[in-house]
């Protein structure tokens, strides 16, 4: 911690209202990350863990890290259900894997978490006429800028066609006064 | 004269189109950003809404060796609140549901989710029961069914069986008194 006495002691220019301040803001943040820390732990830590199955054969375990990275945890919504810490994560991998158990296809087990979660939990949005916007969109916006950019050399084709041509004098005199011989 | 008169109306009109085009742009993309920050991206639409509650028997909270399933509700009109004693947003709105309870409008089913049963009644002693009964969701299985990601959550479930709202995050009093009661009375009249 800093001591603000003895910065404000040794630096006289500094005034009460600025020490107020300081001290005021500092307090702020350190009762944030208090509350940060608070709301962590006593979410965390008494909360069941997820109930432990035996591992899977090898070509199960590779199998279900595909399907776990096509899937989104709800919690962490940035994240994989492979790659998140959450404990709802932890819950859906084992449903995953229950359901695989269970002899459910990987669509099978998709649809199954798309009945409950909808579509959100999908990390690749279905094609519908709903997600047109978000699929089509880009390519949209990137025939309009191709439209735009050949309407402007277009443009400049045109200008440059109607200025007056230069005769072989001129021109000699052109590249003189450039230096090109 | 015509040609003329007819060349600088279109070159006003192009002119006018430099200065609307981005400005028309500038305010959709003003409108857009707008809207995302009143969107709450936690808030995902349930998928549940108007389809059968899922079937479920879980063990009683405070009587273990009796269970409750989804069948022994039919008929009734019924509220199924997801909770845990590990839940902070949980405590903020158990005093609406405790005030709900008072009202014997509704029963007030609680899944207690992912806790550990002592822990559970042990909460509930300290803060309050408006559960007619809670049940135990140890592994989490049966809140998955629900499409539940985050206690608390609060479902209201009609006579025929059918998730007709979802609340997600705590119920405040507004969402209570607008939303679910009225809701609840209609359901109730049907």
């Known amino acids: ?181 | 004269m015509t040609g003329i008169a007819s060349k600088s109306a279109n070159g006003n009109l192009l002119k006018a189109w430099r200065y609307a085009l981005p400005l028309a742009i500038f305010f959709g993309l003003v409108w857009f950003l707008y809207k995302g920050l009143s969107l709450n991206p936690r808030e995902i639409p349930s998928a549940l809404l108007n389809k059968p509650v899922p079937d479920f028997s879980l063990p009683q909270l405070h009587q273990p060796d009796k269970t409750l399933s989804a069948a022994d509700m039919k008929g009734k009109v019924w509220v199924l609140n997801v909770w845990g004693s590990w839940c902070v947003s949980c405590r903020y709105e158990h005093p609406l549901l405790n005030a709900l309870a008072k009202q014997n409008l509704v029963p007030i089913i609680g899944l207690n989710w992912k806790d550990k049963p002592d822990d559970a009644k042990g909460w509930l002693r300290k803060f309050g029961d408006p559960y007619q009964l809670s049940v135990s969701d140890l592994d989490g299985r049966v809140a998955i069914n629900f499409g539940v990601y985050g206690a608390p959550e609060t479902f209201i479930i009609d006579k025929a069986g059918m998730i007709r709202y979802k609340h997600t995050g705590p119920i405040n009093e507004e969402v209570m008194r607008d939303t679910l009661i009225p809701l609840i009375r209609d359901l109730g009249k049907a």
């Open chain 1, 1 to 181: 911690m800093i001591d603000l006495h003895s910065i404000t002691k040794s630096n006289p220019s500094i005034g009460e209202g600025f020490r107020a301040r300081v001290a005021g803001e500092a307090r702020q943040c350190l009762s944030f990350v208090f509350v940060c820390v608070a709301l962590a732990c006593s979410s965390a830590f008494a909360q069941t863990a997820t109930p432990e199955l035996p591992p899977a054969s090898p070509e199960l375990e590779l199998r279900l890290k595909k399907l776990e990275t096509e899937l989104r945890c709800l919690v962490c919504q940035n994240q994989t259900l492979a790659e998140s810490p959450a404990g709802l994560a932890g819950d859906l991998r084992r449903e995953v894997r229950l359901l695989a158990d269970a002899g459910k296809n990987d669509e099978e087990i998709k649809a199954h978490l798309k009945a409950r979660y909808g579509d959100f939990v999908l990390y690749k949005p279905p094609v519908e006429s709903k997600t047109w916007l978000l699929w089509f969109g880009p390519f949209v916006l990137l025939l309009g800028g191709a439209v735009i950019v050949v309407a402007i050399t277009r443009r400049t084709r045109a200008v440059s066609a109607e200025a007056p041509k230069l005769n072989e004098t001129d021109r000699d005199r052109a590249s003189k006064l450039l230096g090109d011989n």
